[in-house]
């Protein structure tokens, strides 16, 4: 009996998921009609759908999709450890996650950990050329949303370069600095939220998934948004910066500005050395900036 009401749960459940997808694509063609009579060129709703990862959300529509909370510390060292490397070997990160949980999270020891809660063999991690990559190595479509991935760094440890690809999977750097040179974030159908991000250059590309950074130091920044969300903190004033904006149907905050619907390209000059570059199709992009002190 508690089979048959647990597969009728998740039959009404799939069937939801199915409509609110028919529902999105019937608001997607609306906003893109909109699009096209504001003045959004063809070109840019056609990258915001290529960047958006609907398809793969669609796809995955119908696996088990439940995520249950997972305490690290419960769990035997020995059952989850993957691989660990001296961070003396290491300049560089790469991840690709396609789905699941990404935890990132500061040690105290020297060392770069990779911990994995099950199905290890679909997860590699590697060195090579002074570049550490995890790979998600499974194949899309298929049960393991419960996967979960746990990268431990050195605190204070500064990369050359930062390189995240997140399909449709959940990548949580909380309590965590993140350092690079160069940080490159890509978010499909999925989330990335980051405490706190020091970068000489960020380049962060949402397609309909979202991306929370509460922190964010940099002299140059390149934020582009297809239907998703992007909600960003910038130390320093509003003035500190120089903004170049390009918005289709969505809408782009600076503070109390809004910039909505403007078909064509906006330049804030307040003659500072640093640039931030705003690009949004349908979505949302949110920036805040410290308050001028009087």
Same mark, same amino acid.
């Given at each position: 009996m %508690?089979?048959?009401?647990? %597969?009728?749960?998740?039959?009404?459940?799939?069937?939801?998921?199915?409509?609110l997808?028919?529902?999105?694509?019937?608001?997607?063609?609306?906003?893109?009609?909109?699009?096209?009579?504001?003045?959004?060129?063809?070109?840019?709703?056609?990258?915001?759908?290529?960047?958006?990862?609907?398809?793969?959300?669609?796809?995955?529509?119908?696996?088990?999709?439940?995520?249950?909370?997972?305490?690290?510390?419960?769990?035997?060292?020995?059952?989850?450890?993957?691989?660990?490397f001296?961070?003396?070997?290491?300049?560089?990160?790469?991840?690709?996650?396609?789905?699941?949980?990404?935890?990132?999270?500061e040690?105290?020891t020297?060392?770069?950990?990779?911990?994995v809660?099950?199905?290890?063999e679909?997860?590699?991690?590697?060195?090579?050329d002074?570049?550490?990559?995890?790979?998600?190595?499974?194949?899309?479509?298929?049960?393991?949303?419960?996967?979960?991935?746990?990268?431990?760094?050195?605190?204070?440890?500064?990369?050359?370069?930062?390189?995240?690809?997140?399909? %449709?999977?959940?990548?949580?750097?909380?309590?965590?600095?993140?350092?690079?040179?160069?940080?490159?974030?890509k978010?499909?159908?999925?989330?990335?939220?980051?405490?706190?991000?020091?970068?000489?250059?960020?380049?962060?590309?949402?397609?309909?998934?979202?991306?929370?950074?509460?922190?964010?130091?940099?002299?140059?920044?390149d934020?582009?948004c297809?239907?998703?969300?992007?909600?960003?903190?910038?130390?320093?004033?509003?003035?500190?910066y120089?903004?170049?904006?390009?918005?289709?149907?969505?809408?782009?905050?600076?503070?109390?500005?809004?910039?909505?619907?403007l078909?064509?390209?906006?330049?804030?000059?307040?003659?500072?050395?640093?640039e931030?570059?705003?690009?949004?199709?349908?979505?949302?992009?949110?920036?805040?900036?410290e308050?001028?002190?009087?």
């Amino acid at each position: 009996m %508690a089979k048959k009401k647990g %597969a009728y749960v998740m039959k009404k459940f799939v069937k939801g998921c199915l409509i609110l997808a028919a529902v999105c694509a019937v608001l997607g063609g609306v906003a893109c009609v909109t699009g096209l009579v504001l003045g959004a060129g063809t070109g840019e709703l056609q990258q915001a759908f290529r960047e958006s990862g609907l398809k793969n959300w669609i796809w995955e529509i119908g696996s088990d999709s439940s995520e249950e909370s997972f305490d690290w510390e419960k769990e035997s060292d020995v059952s989850k450890t993957l691989d660990s490397f001296s961070s003396e070997e290491i300049d560089s990160l790469e991840i690709e996650l396609k789905y699941g949980t990404l935890d990132i999270e500061e040690s105290d020891t020297d060392e770069v950990t990779v911990k994995v809660e099950k199905d290890q063999e679909k997860c590699k991690a590697t060195v090579n050329d002074r570049v550490l990559k995890i790979e998600d190595t499974r194949e899309k479509g298929i049960k393991g949303h419960n996967y979960h991935v746990l990268l431990l760094i050195p605190k204070g440890m500064e990369f050359d370069q930062i390189k995240i690809d997140n399909d %449709a999977g959940t990548v949580d750097a909380h309590d965590t600095t993140l350092k690079a040179q160069n940080i490159n974030f890509k978010v499909s159908a999925g989330e990335i939220m980051a405490e706190r991000l020091e970068t000489e250059r960020l380049k962060l590309r949402v397609g309909a998934g979202n991306a929370d950074i509460d922190e964010l130091r940099t002299s140059n920044a390149d934020l582009t948004c297809g239907v998703g969300n992007i909600d960003v903190k910038l130390t320093g004033t509003e003035k500190d910066y120089n903004y170049q904006v390009s918005c289709g149907v969505g809408n782009i905050s600076i503070n109390d500005q809004d910039f909505s619907s403007l078909g064509k390209d906006k330049t804030v000059d307040h003659g500072a050395k640093k640039e931030i570059r705003l690009d949004c199709g349908v979505g949302n992009i949110t920036l805040v900036t410290e308050k001028e002190e009087i």
